[in-house]
């Protein structure tokens, strides 16, 4: 019952720009609560890539991005990598049904 | 880091116990959150528990149905069924969630696969 809506799949070649939309409501996302982002390779538990809608925790390349407008956030993938090939969740607390955290239905990134 | 206990197999309507145990940093300081991955799906939120003193919240998704809980002086944060379903087969994760306000879950432990059979 995700509240965050993510396309289910972008794909790109190496070397190009992608973006991942997150889109929410006003009570999450639009209400001003953080969005974050997560990297899910198969077999493996997920791993924190953008924090606090535009913040990369240390270890993480620039070449990830995050942004966010309204009720909708976006993370960006420039110069695209066979490693970057993956599922990606977005994350936000949303004050509906006594407050829940939410996540979105994930993107699968694939790498031409 | 956070180290999650072995997979495990059950019937339906038993009872299971997973554990997350967390090392490196003050266990009482961060929340630990729980969040479910059915088979081929998306990451749902479950709950969390607050170590310094237990204050847990539910999803409404999984309230009544599961209990968190927490032993502080082995820094182990558990989840626990009383019956089991075969919906319940899963993969759990816990992961240390901020406290301070940003809410981001960082790190992870590298889950606990329970499968029940009926």
């Known amino acids: 019952q995700s509240v965050l809506t993510q396309p289910p799949s972008v794909s790109g070649a190496p070397g190009q720009r992608v973006t991942i939309s997150c889109t929410g409501s006003?009570?999450?996302?639009?209400?001003?609560?953080?969005v974050h982002w997560y990297k899910q390779l198969p077999g493996t538990a997920p791993k924190l890539l953008i924090y606090?809608?535009?913040n990369r925790p240390s270890g993480v390349p620039d070449r990830f991005s995050g942004s966010k407008s309204g009720a909708s956030a976006s993370l960006a993938i420039t110069g695209l990598q066979a490693e970057d090939e993956a599922e990606y969740y977005c994350?936000?607390?949303?004050?509906?049904?006594?407050?829940?955290?939410?996540f979105g239905t994930g993107t699968k990134v694939t790498v031409l | 880091q956070l180290v999650q206990s072995g997979a495990e197999a059950r019937k339906a309507g038993e009872s299971l116990r997973i554990s997350c145990k967390g090392s490196?940093?003050?266990?009482?300081?961060?929340?630990i959150g729980w969040v479910r991955q059915m088979p081929g799906k998306g990451l749902e939120w479950m709950a969390f528990?607050?170590?310094?003193?237990?204050?847990?919240k539910y999803s409404p998704s999984f309230q009544g149905h599961v209990t968190v809980s927490v032993d502080k002086s082995i820094n182990t944060a558990y989840l626990q069924w009383t019956s089991l379903k075969a919906s319940d087969s899963a993969m759990y994760f816990c992961?240390?969630?901020?406290?301070?306000?940003?809410?981001?879950?960082?790190?992870w432990g590298q889950g606990t696969l329970v499968t029940v059979s009926s």
């Open positions: 992961a240390r969630q901020d406290s301070l306000g940003y809410r981001f879950f960082d790190p």
């Open positions: 490196g940093y003050n266990f009482g300081d961060y929340w």
């Open positions: 528990i607050y170590p310094g003193d237990s204050h847990t």
């Open positions: 006003s009570s999450n996302i639009g209400a001003g609560y953080d």
């Open positions: 606090a809608n535009n």
């Open positions: 994350h936000s607390y949303d004050s509906s049904l006594s407050g829940s955290d939410v």
